[in-house]
């Protein structure tokens, strides 16, 4: 999606400040929700590490699928 392109056409400025903050939610988001499942195996680094990457993988796939998808 092109936002300034959007800006242009429509003169609507909220746009990227919105999305700016929507990623940093979601970065929040990510982080604490793959945080509590790492520490959860802990003491074992390995599987808590290997918990956490799989954790993110699959939140980021899920948000690619959104970001994809036409806002109807």
Request: proline share 4%.
């Amino acid at each position: 999606m092109d936002i300034e392109k959007i800006k242009e056409e429509t003169g609507n400025s909220q746009l990227l400040p919105i999305f700016q903050r929507s990623l940093k939610n979601q970065e929040r988001y990510l982080e604490d929700s793959c945080r509590w499942r790492y520490l959860q195996k802990m003491p074992n680094a390995t599987t808590a590490a290997i918990t956490y990457k799989h954790c993110e993988i699959e939140i980021l796939e899920n948000h690619i699928k959104v970001l994809q998808r036409p806002l109807n």
